[in-house]
């Protein structure tokens, strides 16, 4: 998968630390990246609000063609209320739809997992939670979020009119779903009343939903018969992730839904300060990995925000583009050896810091 090879035999990371709490959550991940791969090259640029206030451009070519030269690339986070006031082209929120458009990172993975010694500190009883292992795929780089035409206008009785466009032409369905189908392959035995790839949107009031349950029941249908399929509306999705969320394996969903749907998965597991994401395009292609949490501003200077979602992306970055299982292995290990022995950040209900908990897993490697 990695594009290294062709390149040289040195892999690189780009680390895009951005704005808020990312800047501090991605220097504990170079701790850890320096133990668990010494030989990686660690680059940095700028991403959202850092990089608009450096060059008055949430992300700028030379950033996005480092980006595409580099193995993968790790952000921190993006956005806050300083830039509120920003054209929306220019916001930090803009930089990393352009980011991930410009790597053309169609699926995104969204794993929501429950490390045991977490079984508490989820809203739901530890009897829904325990043992959770749902993957959610959300798509990327279409949808609502980029669909055209978009803007707000004014009407001729004075009044304003704010307008979005939501499309899905068929291939852009079918590769991100068949990225669902074969995680599903590899997930056996996960889930229970849906074992395979629940595929979620609105077919009852939107286009766009039934043409995307026609795709997902076609590519089904031709190449994945054998893996179990289920649809259902998304807002039927919500609610179960919540009544019974050990049912679901894989969730395949659109850029909107899955955007919703992965932040309420992410509560399940106790703190949205875990998770870790994986953006992925074409193999051969670097891929994109983000912490699923926001720049949370209101703690952003003050080292309280929990790393491990950042250090956890790192992790899929291991696996996924640079091929080093064993690194990765080593991270997911180390990361449940510091929460048995009690290491928690404040969204954890502890009262590590930052820094402390980046040292915890540090000390457990
Ligand atoms: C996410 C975030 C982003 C999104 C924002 C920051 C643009 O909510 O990664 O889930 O909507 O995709
Ligand atoms: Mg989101």
Redesign the pocket.
Known sequence: MSSSASKSNQQTLLLLAGDGIGPEVIAETRKIAEIVAPDLVLEDGLLGGASFEAHGEPLTAETLDRAKAADAVLMG???GPKWDGVARDKR??AG??AL?KGLDVYA?LRPAFCFPALSDASALKRELVEGLDIMIV?E?TSGV?FGQPRGIETLPDGQKRGFDTQTYTSSEIRRVARVAFELAKGRQGKGGAFPGVLSCEKANVMESGVLWREEVTKLHDEEYANVPLSHMYADAAAMQLVRKPKDINVILAD?LFG?IL??EAAMLTGSIGMLP?AALGDPGTPGLY?P?H??APDIAGQGKANPCAAILSFEMALRWSLNREDAADRIIKAVDRALTDGARTADLGGALSTAGMGDAIAKAL
Request: aromatic share 4%; charged share 30%; proline share 5%.
């Open positions: 986070a993006v956005g930090p929120e990393l739809l991930r995104n959300r990327l979020y850029n955007d992965s932040d994401s983000e699923v926001g720049s």
